[in-house]
């Protein structure tokens, strides 16, 4: 069974640090892994997809890496703002089953 | 091109009562999920479909819970007894297609209440 980790839970950093977001996924087996931002009360915005096949995708201040072999990924972004504080989930695409399996998310505050 | 809507966004109910969520995916999409996001968790898949057919319901308390795709279009989700313990975000999301570049769109979701 599936399962993917995000740690910490949570994560208040000053305006302008680079951050480092980590996923972790029990079954190399998927198709593809999937960030998501979530701000409170809406549903989930896809900030970026990688294939199974690829290693790394980037979006503006966004970069997010995986290594399927070691069931990881890491999304980094650049000079944070204020405004990119919200809960990031990642979910893995099961290979097979197409069943997308979230982790629980990291709230990130970003403090002006 | 307009997301995936979704209504109502907020109900309140009593338990035992019953409930239903409606939800418009994006145009042309084949692929329509619901799930549920109970309050600091991630989202569990309830029930995939493609286009008319069911894909996965393992996780839908199918004693309470039914789903329905008309026309491989719009979806309705209910909920028959309410408990307490549904009390959360119900997520309908759509895609593409399946594979490997299939992005899931969400809309904003519906927050059950039950009493």
């Known amino acids: 069974k599936q399962e993917v980790t995000q740690i910490p839970a949570a994560l208040s950093v000053p305006e302008g640090e680079n951050l480092v977001l980590n996923c972790s996924f029990t079954d190399s087996a998927i198709y593809n892994l999937q960030w998501f931002r979530q701000d409170p009360g809406k549903g989930l915005t896809s900030l970026l997809l990688i294939q199974s096949s690829q290693r790394e995708q980037t979006s503006g201040r966004l970069n997010a890496s995986l290594d399927k072999s070691s069931g990881r990924s890491t999304l980094y972004i650049a000079a944070s703002q204020p405004g990119d504080s919200a809960t990031y989930l990642c979910a893995v695409k099961q290979g097979g089953s197409e069943k997308l399996v979230f982790g629980k998310g990291m709230k990130l505050t970003v403090n002006p | ?115």
């Open chain 2, 1 to 115: 091109e307009a997301g995936v809507a979704q209504s109502p966004r907020y109900k309140i109910i009593e338990k035992r009562q019953s409930v239903a969520f409606w939800c418009n995916p994006i145009s042309g999409h084949a692929t329509l999920y619901w799930y549920q996001q109970i309050l600091g968790q991630g989202p569990k898949l309830l029930i995939q479909f493609q286009n008319n057919g069911v894909v996965d319901d393992s996780q839908l308390p199918k004693d309470r819970f039914s789903a329905e795709r008309l026309k491989g279009v719009d979806s309705t989700l209910k909920i028959q007894p309410a408990k307490l313990e549904d009390s959360a975000v119900y997520l309908c999301a759509s895609s593409p297609g399946t594979g490997t570049f299939s992005p899931l769109h969400f809309g904003n979701g519906t927050r059950l209440t039950v009493t």
